[in-house]
């Protein structure tokens, strides 16, 4: 028997949002049947959250998926729609926010890395907000602290499992930040492929 954990935030534990269908965790059940799947995500769960998390982490964990920094993206959300008084303060601004992201991430990640023979984390997907030109900004944003992520990854020698190229269509979301049962659905078979070593095309960074 091989043991799966899921930590971190709403993106996976996603089961208020899928309805009558199956939420992520309990279809990794059902494709991963030689595997034990443990749900220690959280919906509404921040960075600062993952160390306790991994706390309750088995000590013979296979293979853990960690989806973090949504929520913590949405506490910058206002930086949106604020007034500037030069594009040099804006850039300040989400240099700060960036930076401060960085350091949260690396923490999260540094705390699930020695509990777990294989970590993979997750980028932040990319919802299609509510506004005139709400979403396109709040890509701007995401692509900074998705490049964090990607950095941190590399550092600590980590897969990602990219959902902004798996979380594509408006239907993958439901109030406009969560996973619908078809996106749950998504995660949930991109989860299934890398846990049995046949998912996704592989991209081969190399860094020094």
């Not at 997907?125 to 944003?141: D, F, I, K, M, W």
Request: net charge negative.
């Amino acid at each position: 028997m091989s043991y799966l954990a899921l930590l971190g935030d709403g993106i996976l534990a996603n089961r208020a949002h899928t309805g009558r269908e199956p939420d992520s965790a309990t279809l990794l059940g059902e494709l991963l049947p030689g595997w034990t799947v443990s749900l220690l995500a959280a919906e509404g769960v921040t960075m600062d959250a993952v160390a306790t998390q991994v706390q309750r982490l088995r000590t013979d964990v296979d293979l853990a998926v960690l989806s973090v920094g949504g929520n913590d993206a949405m506490e910058h959300v206002d930086i949106l729609e604020q007034p500037t008084q030069s594009s040099a303060h804006t850039l300040d601004a989400l240099t700060n926010i960036v930076d401060d992201f960085g350091f949260k991430y690396d923490q999260a990640a540094k705390a699930a890395c020695g509990r777990t023979t294989r970590l993979v984390v997750c980028t932040i997907y990319e919802p299609p907000l509510v506004g005139t030109n709400t979403a396109s900004r709040a890509r701007v944003l995401l692509t900074l602290l998705n490049d964090r992520i990607l950095r941190v990854a590399c550092q600590w020698g980590l897969d990602v499992l990219d959902l902004r190229a798996i979380c594509t269509s408006r239907g993958d979301f439901t109030v406009q930040i969560q996973p619908s049962a078809a996106g749950a659905a998504k995660i949930a078979r991109a989860i299934a492929g890398v846990a049995a070593g046949t998912g996704g095309r592989r991209v081969t960074v190399i860094a020094g």
